[in-house]
């Protein structure tokens, strides 16, 4: 894996990219502060909804690819 070179710029691009349907809501983020004991575990907590977000949504874009195929 290669080192991200700016964390906030990768962070920063990513915002004009995420789908509404699996970014993440007020709600998400207040349910994962709550349930949070402290900080590096809210991000660990983040990361991990992040990720099977990211993976709900190219399970999709798959499923679509191959309806169209």
């Known amino acids: 894996m290669s080192a ?3 964390t906030m710029e990768v962070i ?4 004009q990219s995420i789908n509404n349907y699996y970014d ?3 709600d998400n983020l207040n349910d994962i ?3 949070s004991d402290n900080a590096f575990e809210m991000i660990c907590n983040a990361f991990k909804f992040g990720y099977v977000q ?3 949504a190219t399970k999709a ?3 679509k690819q191959r309806k169209g195929a």
């Open 4 to 6: 991200v070179k700016n």
């Open 12 to 15: 920063n691009g990513a915002n």
């Open 24 to 26: 993440m809501s007020l």
């Open 33 to 35: 502060y709550h349930n």
């Open 54 to 56: 990211g993976a709900k």
């Open 61 to 63: 874009y798959i499923k």
